[in-house]
Structures are given as structure tokens and as C-alpha cells.
């Protein structure tokens, strides 16, 4: 027998086991008691072993290791950066994926996942209404922009295709809103337009990208002979879970002849939900749209889907043959889709939980966490010490520590936030985490008006980091009212503290 090799009886035992561990630490994950973070002694690095071990001591071992030295992204008391807790049925198919181990890079070696993918990915271009559109599976959200960028640069400038950029007249550039995801930035570099490229487009007080100031920025490039060629929206920002106004979007962009690109990887997955259409029907009219399931539909990570509105656009920039593969002439494979070759079956875990849950499982998950959201909204409200700065459409709240009552106390301005407040924030969220109480975050919104990083053309630069407020999000399926009362007593018991406060007062702003 293989050295690799375990008897079916060996198997089935770890298979077992596997379970039960995953099991148990789902149980203590979710415990009251469980601190939120937790460290439980360092681990010095070992060479490798020479000689062969236990497979059920070593999974036992590494189990028990890192399920008490890890952030508990299954705790309902997380409330951080889109990790949900992922669904069993999620879990299930990305193990499954994992024993059966298929190729996806042509169809012919991977028949059976080819088509269950496809199926997966049909839902969500279905629900866009995009009967002729393309879907591909990636790592995450961030490769999923970077290939709508690829798509939309080859599409409204062709000659790049060929000649790159030096066959151009004139320097390529694309707008993003100054709360959007920090990838497009590098990816303006990867793609060799340089970062001078992307033009930071100011936000709204509800921090959402401004169209008039999108429209003349456009204006300005055009008669400076740089060349617009993509407008990236984004619904849900990591920040605030601000939504841009997409319809204008698409308005500006079809009149200025831009690709618009929406960065749904968070509050995309809403279009699974035909009750909330109101906030997601302009999405359809978008060229092309990132999703992560990884977030909102709590899927295990990794898990992103880039969807194009046009099948032949999204095909154009990656289509290659190699000569070691069977050619298909009716067929775009998986492959000339995008930057992977070797691809895991990503799509298999999206698909069985469909099939286990169903979409309206998924409905009644979005309008809980936004109901949930509304909850902890009001119980702040009520709470002299505190306001929101920001209300998303999403389950994503920013608020403030408040050093004295305000006449008007939700949605303050940030720009009214005084340093002391700007320091407690900091101090708030550290000590929450550090306490083990609950995972929120302190995280900086740019209020209108803020300077620029550096100075240079209007529409360009990175922007300066605004003041700082704290950041919760419901994400957790498991989270239940209960947890946001314990959340908001917690954040009133440390305020009161006064050696928080002096701490406070020795942090940055």
C-alpha cells in the first residue's frame, strides 16, 4: 500500500472524527463564555517529522490548537470585516470539492462540476436579467475586479489588446468613489496604467459617490486628452456599507460611453432577493458586477463571482489556446475567462447550499441581518453617549462615542466629532477586542470637504483618512437581539471607565 494510503475502515474513522471536531468547535466558538479573540499560548516552529504519525492525533492536535489561538469568525459576537460564520451546507461542498478533486480548466476534464457551476453562476446572472452574460468563479472579490477592469479596458480601448499601451494617444484612466476597495489601486498598477489612473471621485454625506462631480471629472480628462475608459460604483462599502447611486451611474455612463463596473462583493448577493429589487434593480444595467458569497451568503472562503453583462466582452481579453488542451470551437473554457488555470471547484459549495436552503432562505437571511441592523441603530439612539454616523441600506452601522449630548444624534457629521471623541472610538473598539467581548473595528470615513493626499489634477490622489468613528456589521446568521443588547451595555461599561479615558487621551486621531 502507498505510503499516502489509508485502509476505507482508517478513513471512514477520520471522517468521523473530522466531524466531531468541527462540530465542537462551532459549539465553543459560539459560547457566551468564549472570549471573541482568543490566544492560548505560542507555538515554536518544528522541522519537519522524519518518521510518521497519527492522523487522528495530528488532526486532533491541530484542531484543538487552532480553535483556541484564532479570531472567531463563528462567534455572533463578531461583528467585523464580511467573514461570516459559513453554512454547513457550504462546508460540506467545499469537502466534497476536495475528495473529488475535478480540473476546472476545459470542460472535458471536468464534466460534472463544469455544469453545476454553470447552474450556480445562471442563478445570479438569471436574477440580473442576462440571458447572454458570462459568469466566472474566482478567489475572492478582489480577483473579480481586477478581471472586469481587464474586460472593460480591452472592450473600450481595443487597441490595448495588441500594441498595449504605448499604442494609445493618450493616457487611460477610471473613476472610483473615495470609499471604495483599496485592490483597484493596485490593480491600476498591475494593469501598467499606473496609479496615477485612478481618479477619486468625492462622496455625499451618506458617503456615496457624488455624479455631478463623476460627470465634470470626466470633462476635465477629456480636454486634458486622457482617456476615460471605466466607472467603478460600488454596493456596499467595507467602511460604511454606503451604496452608490447606480441608476445615475448608468445614466453618465451610457451618455459618456464608460464601461460601469459595480463592486457588489459585499451587498450584491441582495439580487438573490426579488422583495428588495428596489435597492439592487439598476444593477442590471450594469456592464459587469462583482459578488463574494463568501460574505453575505455565507459561503466558506474562498468564494467570488464576476458576472459580464456582454459573453463575447468578457471572453476577448483572456482567450488563448494552448496546444496540450482539446479544442472546442463552440466552447469559451474556463480558462480563457480569466487569469487561473488550475482552478479548484469553487462553485460545488454555492451549489449544494442552494439546493439545501433554497432563495428564500436567503431572503429571510438578508431582511433578519438588516432588521437586526435597525435594532442596534435604535438602541444606540437611546443611549445619550452615542450616535451613528453613517446608515447604510445595508446591515452595516459606523457610530461615535459622544464626549456630550447632541440635539440631533443620528447620523451625526463626522466632521463635528471632536478629538477626544475621535480618540475614544479608538480606544472603544480596541478594548472590546482586546477584552474578548466582541469583534468591532475603529475605521475612518473622509467627510466632504477633506484634503487630498497629495496635491496634483482634480479627481486624483489617494484621499486623506478622515476622522475615526467605530464599525459594526450584522453578519453572523446566529445573531440574535440578545448579543446587540450585550454589545451596546459592554460599550457603555468601558466609556464609564476612566482609565479608558486616559488612555484615550494619549492615542492619535
Known sequence: MSRFSHTLREQRRLWRLLGELAAGYWEHAAADRTPVVERRGRRAAEPLPLRPRSAAAVLRQAARYLGRNACHLASPRYYGLMNPKPALAGVLGDALASVLNPQLAVEAHAPGATALEREALGWFLTALGWGRGQGQFTSGGSEANLVALKVALNHRLPGVARRGLRGLRGQPVFYVSEESHHSLEKFADLLGLGRDAVHWIPTDGEFAMRPDLLAAAVRRDRRAGRLPFCVVGTFGTTSSGAVDPI????????????????????????????????????????????????????????????????????????????????????????????????????????????????????????????????????????????????????????????????????????????????????????????????????????????????????????????????????????????????????LERLAADPRLRRRAARLPT
Open 247 to 490: 441608476a445615475k451611474l448608468v445614466a453618465l455612463c451610457r451618455r459618456e460611453r464608460l464601461w460601469l463596473h459595480v463592486d457588489g462583493a459585499y451587498g450584491g448577493s441582495l439580487i438573490l432577493a426579488p422583495r428588495f429589487r428596489r435597492l439592487w434593480g439598476a444593477l442590471g444595467r450594469a456592464d459587469s458586477l462583482t459578488l463574494d458569497p463568501h460574505k453575505w451568503l455565507a459561503m466558506p472562503f474562498p468564494l467570488g463571482v464576476v458576472l459580464v453583462r456582454d459573453a463575447q466582452a468578457a471572453a476577448a481579453p483572456f482567450k488563448v489556446q494552448a496546444a496540450y488542451v482539446p479544442r472546442d470551437k463552440q466552447r469559451v473554457e474556463s480558462y480563457q475567462l480569466g487569469m487561473q488555470w488550475s482552478r479548484r471547484f469553487l462553485g460545488l459549495k454555492l451549489w449544494l447550499a442552494g439546493q439545501v436552503y433554497g432563495r428564500r432562505a436567503y431572503e429571510r437571511h438578508f431582511a433578519e441581518q438588516m432588521r437586526l441592523a435597525d435594532y442596534f441603530r435604535a438602541r444606540l439612539a437611546a443611549r445619550p453617549a452615542f450616535a451613528t454616523v453613517s446608515e447604510s441600506p445595508l446591515p452595516i452601522t459606523c457610530f461615535t462615542w459622544l464626549e456630550r449630548p447632541r440635539a440631533t444624534r443620528r447620523s451625526l457629521p463626522v466632521e463635528e466629532l471632536t478629538r477626544f471623541e475621535r480618540q475614544m472610538n479608538l480606544a472603544l473598539a480596541e478594548e472590546m477586542v482586546r477584552r474578548g467581548w466582541a469583534w468591532i473595528s475603529a475605521t475612518r470615513l473622509r467627510p466632504q470637504g477633506f484634503p487630498r493626499l497629495r496635491s496634483g489634477r482634480a479627481g486624483s490622489g489617494r484621499p486623506l483618512r478622515g476622522p475615526t468613528v467605530m464599525r459594526m456589521m450584522v453578519i453572523n446568521y446566529e445573531t440574535r437581539a440578545r448579543h446587540l443588547d450585550r454589545l451596546v451595555a459592554d
